[in-house]
């Protein structure tokens, strides 16, 4: 297993809500077996975690299903497949509670390996020569050069959390969030990809509650058009929405 997914290993189950699913109450067994063969291969997705691709046959060989049960898979799998949700390009299927599932365990997962660490670095010289380098022009103008090299920063990574974060799904749609984090590193190359994508998560939810429910930006083109650098707007646009508001209540 590729190394920075070892939490693929293994995956929370909760027991209760899943044998009391109505679904798989009326289910026959083989079904039931698709179902969880399914959830464990999306789970260890090396590429795209939680996802699987949307195509029947790739879909029967991961559910185990051997090729002269083709007729049976055709007949039962459409409501094991109804589970998972479609992406917005149409090339993946995943599964809303897995997704959620799959962020709580990366958050903590990176958070025990920021703090060993941190804790490996504490009280020596090598944390003193890190926090030094971080703070030089030397050392900015240097990772400014350097900043579009996959070893200086995760921005896949970062993206990734992002997209779970606010359940986004498909590559193109990762991709874009990858593109803006990187873009953000070249003008502040002091900052991580992690950082850089915690700000963009704090913001879009700054956003929601600012909104409210008149307006959203959709997650990714709110982060992708730099909306997100834009709190001022925020407060405009809100503020045009509910003058048009009171206008129509007025007029009615």
Not at 88 to 105: C, F, I, M, N, P
Not at 134 to 147: A, E, M, R
Not at 173 to 198: G, M, S, W
Request: charge should be positive.
């Amino acid at each position: 297993m590729r190394k920075g997914h070892t939490i693929g290993r293994w995956m929370p189950v909760e027991i209760e809500p899943l044998l009391s699913d109505p679904d798989l109450q009326t289910w026959h067994d083989d079904q039931k077996w698709w179902y969880l063969v399914l959830l464990f291969r999306a789970w260890q997705n090396v590429d795209y975690p939680c996802h699987l691709p949307n195509d029947s046959d790739k879909l029967r060989a991961l559910a185990s299903v051997p090729l002269r049960r083709s007729a049976q898979w055709r007949e039962r799998s459409l409501e094991v497949l109804a589970k998972f949700v479609v992406s917005e390009d149409g090339q993946w299927l995943s599964h809303r509670k897995q997704l959620e599932v799959y962020a709580t365990q990366l958050a903590k997962t990176e958070a025990r390996s920021e703090a060993g660490r941190m804790g490996g670095l504490a009280n020596s010289s090598k944390r003193v020569a890190l926090l030094k380098q971080t703070t030089s022009k030397q050392s900015i103008s240097k990772s400014h050069s350097n900043s579009l090299n996959p070893e200086n920063f995760n921005s896949t990574e970062a993206a990734k959390g992002y997209c779970l974060k606010f359940l986004v799904s498909g590559l193109k749609n990762h991709d874009a969030v990858r593109e803006a984090i990187e873009a953000c590193l070249l003008r502040f190359p002091e900052q991580t990809a992690q950082r850089v994508a915690e700000m963009m998560i704090e913001t879009r939810l700054n956003y929601l509650n600012t909104a409210g429910k008149e307006f959203t930006w959709p997650a990714v083109s709110f982060i992708t058009s730099g909306t997100w650098q834009e709190p001022d707007s925020w407060k405009k646009e809100r503020q045009t929405d509910r003058e048009s508001s009171v206008g129509k209540a007025a007029q009615a």
